[in-house]
């Protein structure tokens, strides 16, 4: 728990905005720093893991409440820092209050480790069995890489902490420098919250680093620290995997690195209501200025006559779209930078592009959509490239098969979402199995934007959506990223953990002798 | 389903024993057949993954009855590659065969899925909830590489294989070249499983490497491999490794790669027992030649008088056991190299060396252990490195915290088994906790060779034990390696997986709203 300060020069947050520097001065943390963090979690490790599920779910349900104390002061700061309108904000610090309960529950509830024992057979022949008892365990300090896409809901106190510290392990954030304030708040709210409830000191520290990547670099690189969880670009992300795997140790790193998600556009959707498909389509690309992991940023759709007339509704509902702000300048310039030279490339070209821009603002993104046909796509894997920002490519295919060629070529996804008719897409069998073989996700007839927290929820995806997709970042299972398991073989019974003791003292769901049993 | 032949020169096993070379030329496969392989694989996964879960298991069954109906040649001809005892690989074909059937139970039971299912809330305030259910689905092509030291359990239809096939994943099996003809009847097995069950061509599929690692490496590069299953060397484990993550897509290598597998000598056992200890000890370490991942190469004991007890019976035990064949000639030359290094390093001194040398046969091992202080272990790192086979090194520390260090330093195991007195271990809490940290399996008063195949059961550990030990390569849990969660949101009911139905076809165990249940 700790607050980095050093000798090196202070930073200031902007507010995208308007460009005017915002009140507080924060410091990258040195080395020293660094490690100390690391090892204040890697003592605290040693005692929150044996700290009992119902401590824990307290602690993380305070974090909530510390959260939404801070009221109003936190909704403006971060409106400040990201350009974010309050209602998002508010929305989103609502999910990660939600959130963060959840996790609280799942703990509480105490399932999740996956209690399995198989009970000793000393008679069997040829061979007596051991007594053998198996469950998850908390793999130790985690760093969590704040997104600069939800200041509130993947940052500080968002999905990977709440998920780090329910399976047990201390956090250790990298504070986005997009929203260091923002940071701070939600920080010492983590703070007050294991103070109240007694955690230990270190469970839970923040760093900053201003203009480098060496806090996070050394982050990834400390002996104690056991995984880590990162969401923002393909990058980033393999830059720190690749940290990751040349340590001594090598350990994972769960990066969320984006993801194209293309939205199959089946002829009976077009055929049925063009307009209306358009209509979402467009909501959900400027969705947040179209910064959502989950952006669709491709339509494919099968040349016909109900095309023109999606394309007609896709070109109205763009030019009614207003410019946003986006994050940062360096959000935004990659925007322009990208969206401009896939433009240039000439196959693709600008089927309609908004001209509502904020004049009195800095940093506006206007809602951008190329077309492109499925051979020139086909031909030039450079188009599949994400570009961050409310923008789409319509690739427009010959007929089925090519549309599956498309989605073959666009690779690993978090999501794929199919557009129907009314009487279903029972005929579309291979292109249904290929959505679910490229992605974490699919959906029928609705957009990818808004991921639901939840226990099914699959947010991840095979790779390059995701550095491993067997494990997702939103939902309760994202718990299963910081732990491993163990088996306690012949163990006194005596000093066995509560989750495997033969009187099942947590009431949890354990698999016994081959039965999945509360008793 | 396809064997190898080239215009390569052929190779033979030999029987360790008497040199002799074996009847049967094998061919090493070339790129092209390497390429035939995994294509053929992939096409399978599209019809094999979605054959129903009965249809699977009895295939994987069909695959147990054919080893079984193998009879003695499989014994036979195991015996003269590997040098091992009948009764061993007897052993082993049981083990072959139960784990097949047991993999086959988890098949047609249904639940290992992970179902979970969300509904649909579409009154929920402020936006309504779409219908999330979410099911783990087979990766794709799995490349297994067979082990030397399990001709049968480890090697073509052994717990990788059984596995891969069960989570619904073909797989191309890469021979190990010093037991290519028990291979050839094993693959003989599976495609007649295969064919008698209507499985599709290319569900199984073995090849072999002669001298090089070529195939293998192929096989761990080609684009439309998944995940790869290794149980060998850290030299082999971290190169296919490196391979699998600089593909363009990377994939992961679950290598099971040695462990140390350290024994704590808690004073009391030694104390109340010390002959039997030493004997346990040295029937575990002379198990096999030694040359299970599981072997006790690490015994640490407190200075005592008790431990001269020990440390004397050890020595009787030692000089009582007779040499016994390594599996290849590789082998007995590391074997014999290894550990003649450790004793030149002079800070360990040799306290017991079998002299039963069976002077008839080739390549025979002779149990040996080594002593050394814990404070010169604790200087020299080199002694931490596995020797495979019938070795062991005891470490003698001044004190408990002492002990502790020495296992900090031992790092991450696949085992460490805690030897105590009648009393328990109450009063070491903090070793305890430490064994659990740094290994996948703790045990008490007993050793760690004979690994239970069950549902409990974790054969993994962190790393340099494994690669990720997250997961399992025994007992049923290792089917999580070869798939992944996927999400289906608002999918039209009719075109769900069964698993994932309303009706519950399956009668699978699922989460729905928070609730386990069958229905």
């Not at 057979?121 to 040829?126: A, G, H, I, K, L």
């Not at 469950?135 to 998920?163: C, E, I, R």
């Not at 995997?241 to 040349?246: H, P, V, Y």
């Amino acid at each position: 728990m700790q607050y980095s300060e050093s000798l090196s020069s202070p930073f200031r947050a902007v507010n995208p905005y308007n460009g005017i520097e915002l009140e507080g001065d924060f410091f990258s943390a040195n080395p020293g720093q660094v490690d100390a963090a690391v090892k204040s979690a890697d003592d605290a490790f040693k005692i929150y893991r044996n700290i009992n599920k119902d401590a824990k779910a307290a602690f993380i349900r305070a974090i909530a409440n510390e959260i939404a104390a801070l009221g109003e002061v936190l909704i403006q700061r971060a409106a400040e820092e990201c350009g974010l309108p309050a209602a998002r904000l508010h929305g989103e610090r609502g999910r990660t209050i939600a959130q963060l309960n959840m996790f609280a529950d799942q703990v509480e509830e105490g399932s999740w480790v996956e209690a399995i024992i198989d009970s000793a057979m000393p008679d069997r022949q040829p061979a007596a069995r051991p007594d053998l008892r198996r469950m998850l365990v908390p793999v130790g300090p985690v760093v969590v890489f704040g997104a600069s896409n939800f200041p509130l809901a993947f940052s500080v106190a968002g999905g990977d902490t709440a998920s780090a510290l329910a399976a047990g392990c201390p956090v250790i954030v990298k504070a986005h420098s997009a929203h260091p304030g923002t940071s701070a708040l939600v920080a010492a709210a983590i703070v007050n919250a294991a103070k109240i409830t007694g955690m230990p000191e270190g469970v839970f520290s923040l760093l900053y680093d201003g203009n480098s990547n060496l806090t996070g670099q050394l982050l990834v690189k400390h002996p104690l620290v056991k995984a880590v969880a990162f969401t923002g670009s393909f990058r980033g992300g393999m830059a720190l995997s690749k940290l990751a795997s040349e340590r001594n140790i090598p350990i994972p790193v769960f990066a969320e690195m984006g993801s194209i998600n293309p939205v199959i556009l089946l002829p009976e959707a077009l055929d049925e209501r063009a307009e209306q498909v358009a209509n979402e389509c467009v909501s959900s690309i400027t969705l947040g200025a179209g910064q959502f992991c989950t952006n669709p940023g491709l339509l494919v759709a099968v040349k016909s006559p109900s095309l023109e007339n999606f394309k007609a509704a896709l070109i109205k509902a763009v030019e009614r779209s207003v410019s946003s702000t986006m994050l940062n300048s360096g959000i935004f310039e990659n925007y322009c930078s990208l969206s401009e030279n896939v433009l240039s490339l000439q196959r693709a070209r600008v089927l309609s592009r908004s001209e509502n821009i904020n004049r009195d603002g800095r940093n506006q993104a206007v809602a951008a959509i190329a077309e492109i046909s499925a051979s020139d796509f086909l031909s030039n894997p450079e188009f599949k490239e994400e570009i961050f920002g409310p923008w789409s490519l319509l690739v427009v295919a010959e007929d089925i098969q090519q549309m599956q060629e498309v989605l073959e070529i666009a690779g690993g996804q978090l999501t794929v979402s199919i557009m129907t008719g009314a009487n279903g897409a029972g005929k579309y069998t291979s292109l249904l199995n290929q959505a679910s073989e490229i992605a974490g996700r699919v959906l029928m007839n609705g957009m990818p934007t808004g991921v639901e927290v939840c226990h099914a929820m699959q947010h991840g995806g095979p790779f390059p959506a995701t550095t491993d997709s067997r494990f997702t970042s939103v939902g309760t299972t994202a718990i299963k990223r910081f732990a491993r398991p163990v088996c306690w073989q012949n163990w006194e019974p005596g000093l066995l953990p509560d989750e495997l003791k033969n009187e099942n003292p947590l009431k949890i769901w354990r698999l016994i002798d081959k039965q999945w049993t509360k008793d």
